[in-house]
């Protein structure tokens, strides 16, 4: 067997856009990571200019590997342009926190850091991860030295890298989570890249003499072509939507006992308008692997993606277009020839949904988990909302866990019998106790951050949604559909952070009031869904969205989702492939 | 006759290179020059040759030696660099076929060249709704704007990208291709919209384009660029301090961001037609008009008609007219003090005019405008003569300038910031930045005049210059580093600013920020008071400094402080003392012969107020 593996089973590939050439055949970001002496560039330097808010273009790029966005506040873009002042610089920081677990000291000092440099905000991320913003260059260090207190890093939080690794909630099953959520933190320390620049310009530590190989033995000096996301999953919630990940791991249970993960690969969001070689894509089934194969799998999987992305054009640099350009058996064969044995056949399993259960729960073990609906992940110290505050004090009370969910929402989870009236009585004081209240469309709903901070952003998203879905409201009322699940996401470019295109109902933003409609994704995420009217005003929306919910109310078959139905119905055709996306 | 002169000499060099009809121009001109206009003529010429524009009046036949004139300029205007890739690609196709081009973005575009331009070619993308492309917005304000130049001369054409799902499609283009036209510029083909898909149609308008560009560089008319300098029929009487110029304000707006504690504004003036000039350093005079809502406070509460006619300087007008523009109505003088003390026979007032009470009389007149004591001392049945007699004719407020003349031909601009307090419990403001914030809308006009300043002057372009600078007293830094970089000086510069918060009063930031990139601007250090718990100051860069800035004195540099005088500049001097002393291992006395060394060697110049 062994021999035969040693020569590749598959054919020959074009390899003039990876690595394998010279960096001048390669993209410029190439170069520009090559050049980094592993990451660190100026950033030092350009933390202490004080000229500037900002950094250089190149550290820009770099900070990304190590958890932070350069930003700007892009209310006062324009009037600050007109007054010779620079833009209003400010970082993103998100935290690596794998699986979206955290404790209640870790807690405490979040909201800490928050309150002193982040404009007193904190945001759950769809990625299960909390993300400051607001947060000064002369600020940025005493952030990441308070999480390093608080035994938390940022490290590969962004960047061309893995990602902050996913893992499912199921508060029902705590000791299947307790198990998973080990792996996905073990996949996350393997797998970020381990360069002393971190420790070095954060924590002022010095640097230790090294050999290039010794600083990345993985990644070497280009590090991966783009972002890398791996996730893991317990059907019959497909919670963190693992569709939507590079590599998804989804768990395969024999009674209580975890035995393997079957394993999709080449999911991603991200598409470019007016670029129709740009799509989005959901991950593919390629087979089994056994539990004790989780680790290594990663590096197989990772490796060939690195090996064989493109690294020439940034916008196909995603792995979902190295398996669309090599074919998803070549990149099988190649998987499993760096595996060295073959992936086995796939285990049967189903998904049934990706919500969340909201309130309180039981889960195994005696202990139980109250899950707070947080619209669209924001954290907020305000006059007239207390949420901020009213988490810090169940924070001080709670010995359990928080476990941030894929839906942003929160989940206060593992507390005890004994507890349980102590942090009820909280939830009364300040008015939580009650999940009841969001309609089925707003607890289904998501939105990016957008405006006013993202650079990327053309139109809003965050800040918008919250009165749509109230329009919205009153149509599905009128159609009596108020109580009916349908998923509507909101982004604010088409760079789809907020996973709009396996959404039933998705918006992205074209200009500022202006947005592509889709429809017809899956109601947990299984499928794509359709562009159906472009660049349209929320008159339109409506419009559209109340001819929509007419027919669904009054053609519907019984337990039928609106984005089954309109594919049934033919008012868009089913998106089968994500390279056909745009057709 | 000039011009036959060798061309080896030295001594007459002009005439010898210019064509018969431009020497007949440039005679035509010189004999309608008085002498300051004749030598401002020559500044003009020189900064010019500096900036390099003067290259588009350069000969063909000057040899190798001299840059050849861009025939083609083609501008780029770029969202996602589709703009830019067209642009860079055609430009190297033109310089294939031997037509001298160049690509450049219009962020980066220096746009007083653009009359100076001979075939302008621009392709840009579309942003939003219609909206030009980020870095093209600065470029579109002012080509969109008021200062545009008049284009004639200039041949153009748009090529215009965007999405035809937007409702505004291609209007960047369409804007660009209207204004050019408006400003007399003529259409070489007509503009091409591009969708998403936009290589063939591009292609295909550079097909169009290239074959009506000039093959050869230098065959549109020489004497074009010497229209630049037309400044209008020379004025009959020279403006000055008697005879300010009614300047047309063309900008005003406010330099401190949101949140600022402080309104700081840039205001510029037009001085086209006016004759007059200045120098980096010089200061402007403007003459401001009251607040009219202080000339009806004044009016009623002494009961007097505005309309009453008064005389004033042997011209007749009415009272209202008189106190808005020929009198301090805000603050009071012992003068006042003295004159409504006779009129009300207040024992109070007379009280303060005794010589034994200066002290508290100066307190009462800092506590006591004009409105104030008519207030509390009234005098019914005044007579409006009696209220102008006690008045003080109305001051110019001299402001530091803000701009160089070869960076804004016929611009003066200005930094001001606007004094505001409260006094009895009413909003008072400056006379002169109250009208500045209050009442300079753009086309409105002020008085001005130029104030010169021979002690705060430019040294040599080689020399180093140290800058020191808190608030408003970075202004007439702008105008060295613009002056200097018209003119090329290779000097190192340093500059010191202070303000109070880093990220709402950092005056002109990305124009430091451009310096520094450009290496204009050697290094700066900022101070920002407000900003750590701890109060930083100019002064405690300098000290912080001190090795590199003695090593600058003594390799020639000049110090400039400009500013606060009560505070600031005691404060820096005393700091420039220290780091002499320590840098220089020099006992006190010492020191300050090192400074006053450097004074009297007009190396240490201050422009305090």
């Known amino acids: 067997m062994s021999i035969e593996l040693m020569k590749p089973p598959h054919a020959e590939t074009d390899r003039s856009r990876d690595r394998s050439q010279p960096l001048s055949n390669l993209g410029p970001d190439e170069t520009l990571k090559a050049g980094s002496n592993h990451l660190r560039g100026t950033i030092a330097e350009g933390l202490l200019d004080e000229i500037t808010a900002g950094v250089a273009y190149s550290d820009q790029k770099l900070l990304k590997f190590h958890g932070t966005y350069q930003q700007d506040d892009r209310d006062v873009r324009d009037e600050r342009r007109r007054q010779k002042l620079e833009p209003a610089h400010q970082f993103m920081v998100r935290v690596r926190l794998p699986g979206g677990v955290c404790t209640p000291a870790q807690w405490i000092k979040l909201d800490a850091l928050a309150r002193a440099y982040g404009g007193e905000t904190l945001r759950l991320t769809t990625r299960q991860t909390f993300q400051f913003h607001w947060i000064l260059k002369h600020n940025l260090k005493a952030t990441i030295q308070g999480l390093h207190e608080a035994l938390l890093d940022t490290v590969a939080a962004c960047g061309d890298d893995t990602r902050g690794v996913m893992c499912a909630v199921n508060p029902g099953l705590s000791g299947l989570h307790a198990q998973i959520y080990d792996l996905a933190r073990g996949a996350s320390d393997h797998a970020t890249w381990k360069s002393g620049a971190y420790h070095e310009i954060w924590y002022g530590e010095k640097k230790v003499a090294s050999s290039q190989e010794e600083e990345e033995p993985f990644y070497g000096k280009t590090y991966m072509p783009r972002k890398f996301k791996i996730g893991f999953v317990i059907p019959p919630s497909n919670d963190i939507d693992v569709y939507a990940q590079d590599l998804g791991f989804i768990a395969i249970v024999h009674g209580q006992k975890l035995e393997g993960f079957n394993v999709v690969i080449g999911g991603s969001m991200g598409r470019t308008d007016g670029k129709p070689q740009t799509y989005p894509r959901l991950a593919s089934l390629i087979g089994y692997v056994p539990l004790d194969k989780v680790t290594q799998t990663i590096d197989a999987v990772m490796s060939v993606q690195r090996d064989y992305g493109d690294r020439k054009d940034r916008a196909h640099a995603r792995f979902k277009y190295t398996i669309d350009d090599k074919g998803l058996d070549w990149i099988k064969a190649e998987i499993e020839t760096r595996l060295g044995f073959p992936l086995e056949p796939a285990r049967d399993f189903v998904f049934d949904t990706n919500g969340d259960v909201l309130g309180w729960s039981e889960s195994d073990g005696g202990l139980a988990q109250f899950t707070l609906f947080i619209e669209n992940g924001r954290i907020a110290s305000r006059p007239g909302n207390t949420l901020m505050d009213a988490l810090l004090a169940i924070a001080k009370v709670h010995s359990g866990t928080f476990r941030l969910t894929p839906n942003q929402n929160l989940a206060i989870a593992d507390v005890t019998r004994e507890q349980r009236p102590v942090i009820q009585a909280l939830l009364e004081q300040f008015g939580l106790a009650n999940q009841g209240g969001a309609s089925a469309l707003r607890r289904n709903s998501m939105a990016c951050v957008a405006l006013p901070t993202c650079g990327l952003a053309m139109a809003e998203s965050e800040r918008y949604l919250p009165g749509l879905i109230s329009k919205i409201e009153t149509i599905l009322a009128r159609h009596n559909l108020i109580d009916e699940p349908i998923t509507l996401r909101v982004t604010g470019c088409p760079n789809g952070c907020a996973r709009p295109y396996n959404s039933e109902i998705g918006l992205t933003g074209r200009a500022v009031g202006k947005y592509n409609l889709y429809i017809g994704g899956g109601f947990h995420g299984q499928r794509l869904n359709k562009l159906y009217r472009e660049n349209i005003g929320e008159a339109a929306i409506l419009e559209t969205l109340d001819g929509l919910f007419g027919r669904f109310a009054g053609e519907r078959k019984p337990g039928e989702h609106f984005g089954d139905f309109v594919i049934r119905a033919g008012i868009v055709p089913e998106v089968i492939e994500g390279r056909h996306f745009n057709d | ?609």
Request: hydrophobic share 40%.
């Open chain 2, 1 to 609: 006759m000039p011009s036959v002169v060798s061309e080896d000499s030295k001594k007459v060099v002009m005439p010898a290179k210019l064509t018969p009809a431009q020497l007949a121009q440039l005679e035509a001109l010189a004999r309608s020059l008085d002498r300051e206009q004749a030598l401002w003529a020559s500044g003009y010429f020189a900064g010019l040759a500096g900036m390099g524009t003067l290259a588009i009046a350069e000969p063909p036949h000057q040899g190798d030696a001299a840059p050849a004139a861009t025939a083609v300029t083609i501008l780029y205007g770029s969202e996602t660099g589709n703009s830019a890739g067209l642009a860079r690609d055609f430009a190297s196709r033109l310089q294939a076929s031997g037509i001298n081009a160049r690509a450049g973005d219009m962020d980066s575009y220096k746009v007083r060249a653009l009359k100076d331009e001979r075939v302008l070619l621009i392709i840009t993308s579309t942003h939003g709704e219609g909206d030009p492309p980020q870095s093209a917005l600065n470029f579109f304000e002012f080509i969109e704007g008021r200062k545009a130049p008049k284009l004639a001369g200039v041949q153009f054409s748009v090529l215009a990208l965007g999405d035809s799902t937007y409702e505004k499609y291609c209007e960047a283009g369409k804007r660009l291709d209207r204004r050019l036209e408006e400003l007399g510029a003529t259409r070489l083909s007509p503009r091409v919209d591009c969708d998403v898909d936009y290589e063939s149609p591009a292609a295909q308008w550079m097909e169009t384009v290239l074959p009506l560009l000039p093959g050869e560089p230098a065959k549109t008319s020489q004497v074009a660029a010497l229209s630049v300098v037309s400044p209008a029929a020379p004025a009959a009487v020279p403006f000055d301090k008697r005879n300010p110029f009614n300047a047309p304000v063309i900008e005003n707006l406010v330099l401190t961001g949101r949140g600022s504690s402080k309104e700081t504004r840039h205001v510029e003036f037009s001085l086209d037609g006016s004759g007059l000039t200045y120098e980096p350093g010089d200061a402007l005079g403007l003459m401001p008009l009251n607040d009219t809502a202080l000339v009806e406070a004044i009016l009623e509460q002494t009961g007097l008609d505005g309309q009453t006619p008064v005389t004033h300087k042997k011209a007749d007008m009415r009272l209202a007219a008189a106190l808005a523009s020929e009198f301090e109505i805000a603050a009071a003088t012992p003068r006042f003090l003295e004159s409504w003390a006779t009129l009300s026979g207040a024992a109070e007032l007379r009280r303060l005019l005794g010589a034994e009470n200066q002290a508290e009389r100066n307190a009462f007149l800092h506590h006591h405008h004009v409105i104030d004591i008519i207030r509390a001392f009234p005098v019914p049945g005044v007579k409006a003569a009696d209220l102008l007699m006690g008045l003080r004719p109305l001051q110019p407020r001299l402001y530091s300038i803000a701009s160089s003349l070869s960076a804004a031909p016929d611009e003066v601009h200005l930094t001001v910031s606007t004094v505001r307090y409260e006094l009895h419990g009413e909003p008072r403001t400056g006379v002169a930045s109250g009208h500045l914030a209050a009442r300079a809308e753009p086309d409105s006009t002020m008085p001005v005049y130029v104030q010169p300043n021979p002690h705060f002057r430019l040294p040599a372009d080689d020399v180093p210059i140290i800058m020191i600078g808190a608030g408003t007293g970075v202004a007439p830094y702008r105008a060295f580093l613009q002056e200097r970089e018209a003119r090329g000086a290779t000097g190192k510069a340093w500059l010191f600013f202070g303000e109070r918060n880093f990220r709402s009063d950092f005056l002109y930031q990305v124009e430091w920020q451009e310096h520094l990139h450009n290496g204009l601007l050697t290094r700066m250090d900022v101070a920002f008071s407000r900003d750590r718990s701890e109060k930083v100051y100019v002064q405690h860069r300098l000290r912080e400094k001190a090795a590199d800035l003695y090593a600058w004195l003594e390799e020639g540099a000049h110090l400039y402080v400009c500013g606060d005088a009560a505070q600031m500049a005691p404060d820096v001097h005393a700091a420039l003392l220290a780091a002499i002393r320590e840098q220089g291992h020099l006992g006190d006395e010492a020191a300050e012969d090192y400074l006053r060394n450097l004074q009297r060697g007009h190396r240490y110049q201050r422009d305090v107020y």
